[in-house]
């Protein structure tokens, strides 16, 4: 059984920074392809930020490009999201996500192209 679980929201103040963590377990973590999304209550889910299976490549929404950054540690099964200088409009429910496939950013971009997901964890940006 698959499991993805997110952990590090919070409530931070703007221009403040957390780190989220997505732990896996019961998939061969080192193939897959990783991502964050995010969702606001009322609104489409959009994605954040994927990163490849071997963590030589990833990509960023333009919303976050600059101030998020995205890893991973294979060998603790775990990928990363720091997130710097937040912002208001950056509060959501973060979720990660896993595929199995590979491809350009509008596949990569895509929420259906990901088989797996997490429960999410709240982020809210606010003084």
């Known amino acids: 059984q698959v499991q993805l679980v997110e952990s590090g929201g919070g409530l931070v103040q703007p221009g403040g920074s957390l780190r989220l963590s997505c732990a896996a377990a019961g998939l061969s973590f080192d193939s897959w392809a990783m991502a964050w999304f995010r969702q606001v209550p009322g609104k489409v889910r959009e994605a954040v930020s994927y990163i490849s299976s071997n963590g030589d490549s990833s990509n960023y929404a333009d919303s976050v490009k600059g101030r998020f950054t995205i890893s991973r540690d294979n060998a603790k099964n775990t990928v990363y999201l720091q997130m710097n200088s937040l912002k208001p409009e950056d509060t959501a429910v973060y979720f990660c996500?896993?595929?199995?496939?590979?491809?350009?950013?509008?596949?990569?971009?895509?929420?259906?192209?990901?088989?797996?997901w997490g429960q999410g964890t709240q982020v809210t940006v606010s003084s």
């Open positions: 996500a896993a595929t199995f496939s590979w491809g350009f950013p509008g596949t990569m971009f895509r929420d259906d192209t990901y088989h797996y």
